[in-house]
């Protein structure tokens, strides 16, 4: 039974009964079967089943023998992007072009008199159209009001013709440097890739504070029922961080953000001179920059070395100019910002490295340098992210969604280094793992399956695609808390079930050190506790 947790504005107490799961500073496995909470909402101590219980204390939890585990956190996501995606038209459901019609269209009707329609999670390649859709096939489902849809993965956005009309797009316009305007018969076709996705934006109508506010509770309560404790927000501008501020001020923010700021002038607006403290009890802080270098595999915007195997010529993009990068980062490093980089191609991660080479004779200490993704790396260049103790921020779903695509991309003798988990390991390289919310689904146990496997939710490819990259559950499980911690400058804060830690903490539904993968896929989260109190239970 739980009771007293009304008067405390922390608890404190026992949570007995319980088959306790976390890692050792080393990374092992350990077990417990009670765990004593101080009255500030922090790890006092572990019970084994031969301790003393505390005599009174403020509540107590009876566990029942189920498990327990560290809060996890999501080393890569975009918290309000997943707000808003519970707020919009969703596609990533949809298997068809005309499918998503049918859902375009549904929901146009349900939505009657909005100036315009906007969504998310599409995705050319789930549909098997081998090619980008066109603003043409949108018009079919809706051509009386601007619809503006974003690819899943952000990096591409799809028009109808009303929305490019509104935009002033015609034939003329140029993409800006970093962008690329899909044509057909010389005219714009509807899609627009990573910096061309403004031409649209820029006339798309911003979210007022009140839907911001509902949708930053949406994905708060979303991150909680998957176990999430905190979560690296990547990319956070200043109407994101109000919001935010706005749930610290009235009390309601659960959830612990990493803020990374979008870019060096929202970093600036947002801290100003440095990071900011942590607020709200450890549950906010702005902590350094996100930059952009390539686009995405999906939309053939990651920068390769090489051309595109399925579209000669192409080899993606340079978001970012090599003199340009190396300015921002430094213009982050000298006021003491973390710098997240992301880079997707074998080329944008050689140049990432190559920059962190260069930059850490002049900006010494611990820098903690992240390139988010590393998704596509030369071997070549893999040992090169030790050598400055360079964090990698992976996301393990990625591999499972997409080693098709991959293959189709580039082929199989130009990704010996994709997804190279094990490998980064084996090389003492930092780990962090996350979800890319709303691209993939920020529920954490599919991520530690595919960690584990290599193989997607239908056991594909059967023994795991390049399977000499897997890793074990406790590794793993330690790149989903203690790795992602330490990314976010945070490790002595929160990411370990250890004394003077806040207590952020899972019950679920099995013992995942038992299960097989495919059962870890399948956990329930039944209860979530962030800083000794419940937050989340499974109703």
Same mark, same amino acid.
């Given at each position: 039974?739980?009771?007293?947790?009304?008067?405390? /504005?922390?608890?404190?107490? *026992?949570?007995?009964?319980?088959?306790?799961?976390?890692?050792?500073?080393?990374?092992?496995?350990?077990?417990?079967?009670?765990?004593?909470?101080?009255?500030?909402?922090?790890?006092?101590?572990?019970?084994?089943?031969?301790?003393?219980?505390?005599?009174?204390?403020?509540?107590?939890?009876?566990?029942?023998?189920?498990?327990?585990?560290?809060?996890?956190?999501?080393?890569?996501?975009?918290?309000?992007?997943?707000?808003? @995606?519970?707020?919009?038209?969703?596609?990533?459901?949809?298997?068809?072009? @005309?499918?998503?019609?049918?859902?375009?269209?549904?929901?146009? =009707?349900?939505?009657?008199?909005?100036?315009?329609?906007?969504?998310?999670?599409?995705?050319?390649?789930?549909?098997?159209?081998?090619? $980008?859709?066109?603003?043409?096939?949108?018009?079919?489902?809706?051509?009386?009001?601007?619809?503006?849809?974003?690819?899943?993965?952000?990096?591409?956005?799809?028009?109808?013709?009303?929305?490019?009309?509104?935009?002033?797009?015609?034939?003329?316009?140029?993409?800006?440097?970093?962008?690329?305007?899909?044509?057909?018969?010389?005219?714009?076709?509807?899609?627009?890739?990573?910096?061309?996705?403004?031409?649209?934006?820029?006339?798309?109508?911003?979210?007022?504070?009140?839907?911001?506010?509902?949708?930053?509770?949406?994905?708060?309560?979303?991150?909680?029922?998957?176990?999430?404790?905190?979560?690296?927000?990547?990319?956070?501008?200043?109407?994101?961080?109000?919001? $935010?501020?706005?749930?610290?001020?009235?009390?309601? *923010?659960?959830?612990?953000?990493?803020?990374?700021?979008?870019?060096?002038?929202?970093?600036?607006?947002?801290?100003?001179?440095?990071?900011?403290?942590?607020?709200?009890?450890?549950?906010?802080?702005?902590?350094?920059?996100?930059?952009?270098?390539?686009? /995405?595999?999906?939309?053939?915007?990651?920068?390769?070395? /090489?051309?595109?195997?399925?579209?000669?010529?192409?080899?993606?993009?340079?978001?970012?100019?090599?003199?340009?990068?190396?300015?921002?980062?430094?213009?982050?490093?000298?006021?003491?910002?973390?710098?997240?980089?992301?880079?997707?191609?074998?080329? @944008?991660?050689?140049?990432?490295?190559?920059?962190?080479?260069?930059? =850490?004779?002049?900006?010494?200490?611990?820098?903690?340098?992240?390139?988010?993704?590393?998704?596509?790396?030369?071997?070549?260049? *893999?040992?090169?992210?030790?050598?400055?103790?360079?964090?990698?921020?992976?996301?393990?779903?990625?591999?499972?969604?997409?080693?098709?695509?991959?293959?189709?991309?580039?082929?199989?003798?130009?990704?010996?280094?994709?997804?190279?988990?094990?490998?980064?390991?084996?090389?003492?390289?930092?780990?962090?793992?996350?979800?890319?919310?709303?691209?993939?689904?920020?529920?954490? +146990?599919?991520?530690?399956?595919? /960690?584990?496997?290599?193989?997607?939710?239908?056991?594909?490819? +059967?023994?795991?695609?390049?399977?000499?990259?897997?890793?074990?559950?406790?590794?793993?499980?330690?790149?989903?808390?203690?790795?992602?911690?330490?990314?976010?400058?945070?490790?002595?804060?929160?990411? @370990?079930?250890?004394?003077?830690?806040?207590?952020?903490?899972?019950?679920?539904?099995?013992?995942?050190?038992?299960?097989?993968?495919?059962?870890?896929?399948?956990?329930?989260?039944?209860?979530?506790?962030?800083?000794?109190?419940?937050?989340?239970?499974?109703?």
């Amino acid at each position: 039974m739980l009771s007293g947790l009304a008067a405390p /504005a922390f608890a404190s107490g *026992l949570v007995d009964d319980v088959n306790g799961i976390a890692l050792d500073d080393k990374g092992k496995l350990l077990s417990f079967n009670g765990l004593v909470i101080s009255d500030d909402g922090k790890v006092e101590k572990l019970l084994q089943p031969k301790d003393k219980r505390p005599e009174r204390p403020t509540f107590r939890l009876d566990g029942k023998g189920r498990t327990l585990i560290p809060g996890m956190i999501d080393g890569h996501g975009h918290v309000m992007g997943l707000g808003l @995606a519970l707020l919009t038209l969703d596609l990533s459901d949809t298997r068809s072009l @005309a499918e998503a019609q049918a859902k375009i269209r549904a929901y146009a =009707s349900e939505n009657a008199g909005r100036k315009w329609i906007i969504g998310t999670g599409w995705n050319q390649e789930l549909w098997g159209l081998g090619r $980008f859709p066109t603003a043409a096939e949108l018009d079919a489902a809706v051509a009386d009001i601007p619809v503006w849809l974003e690819r899943v993965d952000g990096h591409a956005g799809w028009a109808n013709s009303a929305a490019m009309q509104a935009a002033g797009i015609t034939a003329a316009t140029k993409a800006p440097p970093g962008g690329r305007i899909e044509s057909a018969g010389g005219k714009p076709s509807g899609v627009f890739v990573d910096a061309a996705k403004a031409l649209i934006e820029r006339v798309v109508p911003p979210p007022a504070p009140k839907d911001r506010d509902l949708a930053f509770a949406k994905a708060q309560d979303k991150l909680l029922s998957l176990g999430i404790t905190a979560i690296a927000d990547m990319g956070t501008t200043m109407d994101d961080w109000q919001t $935010f501020r706005r749930s610290g001020d009235r009390g309601v *923010l659960r959830v612990r953000i990493m803020a990374y700021a979008a870019g060096i002038d929202q970093m600036v607006a947002i801290a100003g001179p440095e990071p900011t403290p942590w607020l709200y009890d450890d549950r906010l802080r702005l902590t350094g920059v996100k930059l952009y270098l390539d686009g /995405a595999l999906g939309s053939r915007g990651a920068w390769l070395k /090489a051309d595109y195997s399925d579209a000669p010529g192409q080899r993606g993009l340079p978001l970012t100019g090599s003199t340009q990068l190396r300015n921002q980062m430094s213009r982050a490093a000298m006021d003491n910002f973390q710098v997240a980089i992301h880079a997707i191609g074998d080329q @944008a991660n050689a140049e990432v490295l190559d920059a962190i080479e260069e930059l =850490s004779g002049t900006y010494r200490g611990d820098r903690r340098w992240r390139i988010e993704h590393a998704q596509i790396v030369d071997p070549v260049d *893999l040992p090169r992210f030790a050598t400055h103790g360079t964090i990698a921020s992976m996301q393990p779903v990625h591999e499972a969604s997409d080693w098709r695509m991959a293959l189709a991309r580039m082929g199989e003798a130009r990704l010996q280094g994709a997804y190279a988990w094990r490998t980064m390991l084996d090389n003492k390289v930092p780990l962090a793992f996350g979800s890319d919310v709303p691209v993939e689904s920020a529920n954490p +146990f599919p991520g530690l399956a595919v /960690a584990m496997t290599r193989e997607d939710a239908k056991g594909e490819p +059967f023994g795991g695609w390049m399977p000499q990259q897997r890793i074990r559950l406790e590794e793993a499980l330690a790149a989903f808390t203690r790795g992602a911690a330490y990314a976010g400058f945070a490790e002595q804060r929160f990411g @370990a079930l250890a004394p003077g830690q806040q207590a952020d903490f899972l019950l679920i539904d099995r013992d995942i050190t038992l299960a097989r993968p495919t059962e870890i896929r399948e956990t329930q989260v039944l209860e979530t506790w962030v800083g000794g109190q419940r937050a989340y239970v499974r109703r």
